[in-house]
């Protein structure tokens, strides 16, 4: 059986959040008081909007993230960042405009690359997450198919950032965001399992009962394609920060 894989449950979303956030102000901290840069893998979508808010917080109480380099784990293909459900515009409506990390440091995939530049562009991304110095901390949500970031069932371990195509249920779960399935993307770019499997430490966040049958599957589950957050039993220091409905399907003791 997967043994490294391990789970914390808090009684809500928000102390699932505060935990993380206080986690995140950590490292900040200690990296800031050595001169060094932290660098933060983050995830868009509802689970981590109470997060953000946090670090927003502790932002407004004077922490700086004048050190903080990040990396978006995706983004829609073929939507400009002006577009309203662009991770680009979610990310600094719900983050970026709220903390004073240098405009430099905050990589998030271009939805706009043309199709005969994407592989070098996906090189790039992986070159820049390298030149910084590696991803200290990813955070991840997971989708009602057991996805993490846009790997979908059936992705590959050893597959970097790459341009991938949305799986049916993850086009359904946005569908109402873009006003109708038709109009979502149909492909996105996405770190590679990979990629999050190289981050030195991963949360995966999962809240609402909506989560706690794909939960109870990543984390009881041998490591298998067709439920790619079972991939994280391989990584040596991941954990799933659940809040007590997304626990619910989770074998007592
Ligand atoms: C977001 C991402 C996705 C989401 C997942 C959960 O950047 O890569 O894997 O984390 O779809 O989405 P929510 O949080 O909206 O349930």
Redesign the pocket.
């Known amino acids: 059986m997967p043994a490294t894989l391990t789970h914390q449950v808090f009684p809500t979303a928000e102390d699932a959040s505060a935990a993380l956030a206080t986690e995140i102000e950590t490292l900040v901290r200690v990296r800031a008081s050595e001169n060094r840069p932290v660098v933060l893998g983050?995830?868009?979508?509802?689970?981590?909007i109470r997060l953000y808010s946090e670090l927003a917080q502790l932002h407004r109480m004077g922490l700086s993230f004048a050190n903080v380099i990040t990396f978006?784990?995706?983004e829609y293909l073929g939507l400009e960042r002006s577009h309203a459900e662009s991770?680009w515009q979610f990310m600094h409506f719900s983050l970026f405009d709220h903390l004073d990390i240098p405009p430099e440091n905050i990589h998030i995939p271009d939805g706009t690359i043309a199709d005969e530049d994407l592989a070098s562009y996906c090189a790039g991304y992986e070159a820049a997450i390298r030149e910084a110095g590696g991803i200290d901390l990813q955070v991840?949500?997971?989708?009602?198919n057991g996805?993490?970031?846009?790997n979908e069932p059936g992705s590959l371990p050893e597959v970097a950032t790459h341009v991938t195509s949305l799986n049916e249920i993850?086009i359904r779960?946005a569908a109402r965001a873009f006003g109708g399935a038709e109009f979502v993307p149909t492909r996105a770019i996405?770190m590679g399992v990979r990629t999050i499997l190289d981050a030195r430490r991963v949360v995966l966040m999962a809240f609402g009962t909506s989560?706690a049958q794909v939960v109870s599957e990543a984390l009881t589950s041998e490591v298998t394609a067709d439920l790619p957050a079972t991939y994280l039993h391989n990584h040596q220091d991941a954990t799933f920060y659940l809040d007590e409905e997304a626990a619910s399907m989770l074998s007592q003791g």
């Open positions: 983050l995830a868009t979508g509802s689970t981590p978006n784990l995706d991770y991840l949500g997971i989708g009602h996805h993490i970031g846009f993850t779960d996405t989560k």
